[in-house]
């Protein structure tokens, strides 16, 4: 049975099945234990997640995301201590759980939806230049939104942040936190060390793979790319991708830390829709003493005995901070903000930036994954018969990751410049309806490269090709001392000429490996449709690409070092090697701002590592 659904229809049918899933159990009454697991939280404002504040906490937490909501959990582990956890934004609902559904969430009031300044040097295919810059809001913050890839990073990401001198996090150290965070269900990888089982966050294959996906990691193989487990002894090489889902589900921080400790934790208190302003700060001894936030039209000062730790992410951290006045005397200055500490807070911002593309076309038929492709009858099976490997649970369309080396890289022979994404679709697959708009690509854009392939039956596959250590360098700061306007960003993609030449290196192999048998047996060509904009350049020459780099510009949102961590005598850093705010007492940043490079990883894994480790280092401190 095919039945074609238009996304809104498609919702419709999903959450009325929901529905009746909830109310035909039991005498028809609707329990809330039940709605919750049915993911309809979001619908009916559960009472548990409303804490009002009451008195004072020894630790508030702001920002209920990856490292914040590791972190709460591990904290209100002590029955002793009690957590109070604020969070911007609701209850994930059902959309968040099926992950084919990802590219939507940007589009709904689970994303903050910040833009970027105007770019120079890319983004020149979006509206007025502007990139999207997504974050989560929500219980699981950006884990709830994001494309749920599993990727820890390099050992030497880890041991160059240690040299900088914040011992404690070199590879051999951060291992056991990235582990005592997992549970893997990953075929082959039973009884691989990199892996464990019985951590709260589950890691998993994606059950759902495309015949695209099979031919690409066999001609990736044939280009000489090995197979590898980008989590394990080696990150070089071809992966089908390890996902943050239970089952075929969506596995957040919110799903995977605090839903299931939370009838149990009498001591963990937690607040949504709750907006902190400030962090209140004893000036005499330069002490956080709580924070003052907004919930509903009340505005609530609310004290924390022991810490104030702040994880709102990296953009919002380091907004809070400067709120608070710990920031650039000149920022802080220009706006009227009395300076209580002097730090380079928001003065550095590294982000991956990608190229959307190369996209092939094949000659095979129903294997892009279009959520409009999504059957009655997959619905039927993910849903009600739970079945884990229908196209619901593929991650947007993500299904192989590579990593490899650019011929101009000064990187040692181990430590990998580029990745690809392998995607089966396009801007396309959503028929236009969340990525591009998502994404803030102009219209013209998608109808001259996309739409004719939306309308075509035959497949298509998009390798994104993304950089990992940028020398382009942006920045964030405030334009005033609203705390509800957005703080302003400016990534300053591709400012230095070089990145371009590594996407190009990257674009030159992707091609080269569609070339392979594997992928040549379905037909496989570049889609050779100019990008708009770049229509002067020779197709397919050096300088074509280049235009189509800083047209088709797309982040992956792996935005770090906001918040830079670093030892006193480092002039870069904001946070110490134990994550506490220079110069201040009682104040803790504990997100993925802390993060001092940009990593060889999507960003995800990382925050639950620093939530899990900053949990330790705590506990060090108190006990
Ligand atoms: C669209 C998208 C796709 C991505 N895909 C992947 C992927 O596939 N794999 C991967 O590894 N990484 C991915 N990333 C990146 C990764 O998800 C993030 O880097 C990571 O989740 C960030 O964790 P965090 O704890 O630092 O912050 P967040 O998870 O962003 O948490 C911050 C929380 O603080 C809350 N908050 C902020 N300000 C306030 C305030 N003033 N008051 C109260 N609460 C506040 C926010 O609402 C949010 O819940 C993606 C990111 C995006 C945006
Ligand atoms: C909690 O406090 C009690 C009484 O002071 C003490 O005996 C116990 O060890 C504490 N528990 C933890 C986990 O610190
Ligand atoms: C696996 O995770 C559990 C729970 O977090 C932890 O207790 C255990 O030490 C971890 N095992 C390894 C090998 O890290
Ligand atoms: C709310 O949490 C308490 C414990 O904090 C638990 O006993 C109760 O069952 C929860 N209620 C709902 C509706 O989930
Ligand atoms: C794919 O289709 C094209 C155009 O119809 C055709 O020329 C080509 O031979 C086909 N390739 C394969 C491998 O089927």
């Known amino acids: 049975m095919m039945i074609r659904l238009s996304i809104p229809l498609g919702q419709v049918l999903l959450l009325a099945l929901a529905f009746a899933a909830a109310t035909t159990k039991r005498q028809q009454q609707l329990n809330v234990e039940q709605l919750r697991q049915l993911g309809l939280g979001n619908i009916i404002n559960l009472p548990n997640y409303t804490d009002l504040p009451r008195g004072s906490y020894d630790f508030i937490v702001v920002g209920a995301g990856a490292a914040g909501c590791t972190l709460a959990a591990r904290l209100s582990e002590n029955p002793n201590w009690t957590v109070y956890l604020i969070e911007a934004g609701g209850v994930e609902n059902l959309m968040h759980l099926i992950p084919v559904l990802a590219p939507m969430l940007q589009l709904t009031a689970s994303n903050w939806n910040y833009k970027s300044q105007p770019q120079r040097h890319a983004c020149r295919g979006m509206n007025n230049h502007e990139c999207a810059l997504p974050r989560g809001k929500g219980l699981g913050g950006t884990s709830s939104i994001n494309f749920m890839i599993y990727n820890r990073g ?39 060390p990199y892996h464990n089982h019985s951590g709260p966050l589950s890691v998993e294959d994606v059950r759902f793979r495309s015949s695209l996906a099979h031919a690409y990691v066999r001609a990736a193989q ?10 394990g002894e080696s990150q070089l090489g071809v992966s089908y991708v390890q996902a943050n889902t239970l089952k075929g589900r969506r596995h957040s921080a ?80 220009a706006i009227g903000l009395p300076v209580v500490q002097a730090l380079p807070v928001g003065k550095l911002l590294y982000d991956h930036m990608c190229h959307f593309g190369p996209t092939f076309v094949t000659n095979t038929t129903g294997q892009t994954t279009f959520p409009t492709r999504v059957t009655l009858s997959d619905i ?79 497949d298509h596959f998009t390798l994104l090709v993304m950089q990992f250590d940028p020398k382009s360098v942006g920045r964030l700061w405030l334009h ?22 590594y996407l190009l290196d990257g674009i030159k192999e992707a091609i080269r490996i569609t070339q392979m048998p594997a992928l040549q047996a379905l037909g496989t060509r570049l889609l050779d449709r100019p990008v708009p904009g770049c229509e002067h350049k020779l197709f397919g020459s050096d300088d074509y690409w280049r235009c189509s780099i800083r047209t088709m510009s797309y982040t992956l949102h792996h935005q770090v070092a906001t918040c830079r961590m670093g030892p006193a005598s480092d002039p870069t850093a904001v946070v110490s090697p134990e994550l506490k705010v220079h110069g201040m007492r009682k104040l803790r940043v504990v997100d993925t701002s802390v993060i001092p490079l940009p990593p060889t990883a999507h960003t995800n894994a990382a925050a639950f590592m620093i939530g899990e480790k900053a949990a330790d280092l705590i506990r060090g401190d108190w006990l």
């Open 154 to 192: 390099n050992r030497r990401d880890f041991d160059s942040w240690a040299e900088r001198g914040n011992h404690g996090w070199s590879y051999d150290e951060v291992l056991p936190y990235f582990l005592r965070s997992e549970s893997a269900h990953l075929q082959g990888l039973e009884h691989s």
């Open 480 to 501: 005033n001392r609203n705390p509800f306007t957005w703080p302003k960003i400016d990534p300053n993609y591709f400012r230095n000429e070089e990145d371009v030449e």
């Open 222 to 231: 044939q280009a000489g790319h090995s197979r590898t487990d980008y989590n």
């Open 254 to 333: 919110f799903s995977a830390y605090i839903e299931p400790v939370r009838p149990l934790r009498k001591n963990l208190h937690i607040l949504t829709m709750a907006r902190v302003t400030r962090v209140l700060i004893d000036e005499s001894t330069k002490s956080a003493i709580g924070v003052e936030l907004l919930h509903g039209r009340r505005r609530f000062e609310v004290r924390a005995r022991k810490e104030v730790i702040l994880s709102a992410g990296a953009f919002n951290s380091p907004q809070l901070l400067m709120l608070s006045g710990i920031g650039p005397e000149d920022n802080l200055r």
């Open 380 to 458: 039927l099976s993910f849903y009600l018969a739970g079945n884990p490997a229908t196209r619901l649970s593929s991650i947007g369309g993500v299904e192989a990751l590579t990593f490899l080396k650019s011929p101009r890289s000064r990187r040692p022979s181990d430590w990998p410049d580029l990745e690809f994404i392998f995607v089966a679709g396009s801007l396309a697959s959503d028929e236009g309806t969340a990525l591009k708009l998502g994404a803030n690509f102009k219209d013209e854009i998608y109808d001259t490269l996309y739409r004719p392939l939306q309308l075509a039956s035959q």
